[in-house]
């Protein structure tokens, strides 16, 4: 990969290592104290920790979600960047990938997983999102999602968790958008 495209995304979507959170330090001088003290190579894990790098990987993904799903021959790519986007340190990107990939996965997706793996993060929204997202990607009835969401269920500490949990649970056994106190039982009981 040339240097120009390194530059490119290292202001387009930031990186990984180097510089985590948000800095008053300039990108430049952040990206030349890297430059001088890995080289090149350090590009590739370069973090822009200005704000906007993170809203502009945010408008990314949005924009691609939202082209793949009018364009399904984009959908490969969205995944793969939104994959990425969850590994991200700051976690309105990670929300923006968890809700790009809900967004183009089509139902019985098997990445009903990866978006599993974001139900433990230190963000209540992640972690609400995360269920939802399940609720949303497996396949109807999936014994698998179901049993990962009552043990969420169970798991939870806060009602706003365990709700997503419940509800995801609901949506996958075919009884999603039930009213409230329709009759439903807890999957716990």
Not at 122 to 142: C, I, K
């Amino acid at each position: 990969m040339s240097l120009g495209k390194h530059l490119t995304d290292v202001f387009r979507y930031g990186a990984r290592k180097h510089c985590r959170g948000f800095s008053s330090e300039p990108v430049l001088s952040q990206l030349s104290r890297v430059i001088s003290k890995s080289g090149t190579e350090g590009l590739q894990e370069f973090q822009a920790s200005h704000p906007d790098a993170a809203e502009q990987r945010r408008d990314a993904l949005r924009r691609l979600g939202a082209q793949a799903e009018k364009d399904p021959s984009h959908r490969a790519e969205a995944i793969s960047e939104a994959l990425d986007a969850m590994k991200d340190p700051h976690p309105l990107v990670r929300l923006a990938g968890l809700h790009t990939l809900a967004r183009v996965c089509p139902v019985g997706s098997q990445h009903w997983r990866d978006a599993a793996d974001l139900s433990g993060d230190a963000d209540e929204l992640l972690r609400v999102g995360a269920l939802r997202a399940v609720g949303r990607m497996a396949e109807p009835g999936d014994p698998e999602a179901l049993e990962f969401l009552q043990r969420a269920e169970k798991d939870a500490t806060d009602r706003n968790v365990r709700g997503a949990a419940r509800d995801a649970h609901a949506r996958l056994l075919g009884r999603f958008g039930a009213l409230p106190g329709g009759g439903q039982a807890s999957m716990l009981e």
